[in-house]
Antibody, heavy 123, light 111 residues
Framework: QITLKESGPTLVKPTQTLTLTCTFS??????????VGWIRQPPGKALEWLAL???????RYSPSLKSRLTITKDTSKNQVVLTMTNMDPVDTATYYC???????????????WGQGTLVTVSS | QSVLTQPPSASGTPGQRVTISCSGS????????VYWYQQLPGTAPKLLIY???QRPSGVPDRFSGSKSGTSASLAISGLRSEDEADYYC????????????FGGGTKLTVL
């Protein structure tokens, strides 16, 4: 069965860089059509997509955050890492990673999600 | 301000049919599939509808999706108390280097 789990700091200071790791099992990120995405949700607010990486190392980023984000994968470790630079209190949110597959066409097909990790940005 | 526009709230009584709308543009809904997610309080989102109107296994057929032009809708028939949740639409957007866009979410209350 497919599972994903996010890990990383729960508290970061403004201007610091956040590094989050998504460790997954039940699938391989070297399988054609498979991807892992990151989505965040500020407390009481809507979902916001951040980034997506596919089996072929194709990477997509939110245009509004692209300059601050980097997504990478380590297929041998079954991990995907997201880094976000220059953190600000408005970046306080629950960060989710999710399994994605291409079904017919590329799209936000996130069928398995991690439990999420709350990251607070405060000095 | 979300790229996809949803009503912030919707409500219905048990057994009723409710619909939630999602409005976009030619670069997202107008040219790509629409997805719907259900988020129960305190939990991660769950994929409810993919490719406009397809249900993953395990999702009751009370949930249905449709799309017309640059708008989409999620319909829930036979409303149940456990359907009380936040619902989000999402789509791929072809503008500014293809990316994912979500709606602002609709909080569904079962009265």
């Amino acid at each position: 069965q497919i599972t994903l789990k996010e890990s990383g700091p729960t508290l970061v200071k403004p201007t610091q860089t956040l590094t989050l790791t998504c460790t997954f099992s039940g699938f391989s990120l070297s399988t054609s059509g498979v991807g892992v995405g990151w989505i965040r949700q500020p407390p009481g607010k809507a979902l916001e997509w951040l980034a997506l990486i596919y089996w072929d190392d194709d990477k997509r980023y939110s245009p509004s955050l692209k300059s601050r984000l980097t997504i990478t994968k380590d297929t041998s470790k079954n991990q995907v890492v997201l880094t976000m630079t220059n953190m600000d209190p408005v970046d306080t949110a629950t960060y989710y990673c999710a399994h994605s597959i291409i079904v017919g066409a590329i799209g936000p097909h996130f069928d398995y999600w991690g439990q999420g990790t709350l990251v607070t940005v405060s000095s | 301000q979300s790229v996809l526009t949803q009503p912030p709230s919707a409500s219905g009584t048990p057994g009723q049919r409710v619909t939630i709308s999602c409005s976009g543009s030619s670069s997202n809904i107008g040219s790509n599939y629409v997805y719907w997610y259900q988020q129960l309080p305190g939990t991660a989102p769950k994929l409810l509808i993919y490719r406009n109107n397809q249900r993953p296994s395990g999702v009751p057929d009370r949930f249905s999706g449709s799309k017309s032009g640059t708008s989409a809708s999620l319909a829930i028939s036979g409303l149940r108390s456990e359907d009380e949740a936040d619902y989000y639409c999402a789509a791929w957007d072809d503008s500014l280097s293809a990316h994912v866009v979500f709606g602002g979410g609709t909080k569904l209350t079962v009265l």
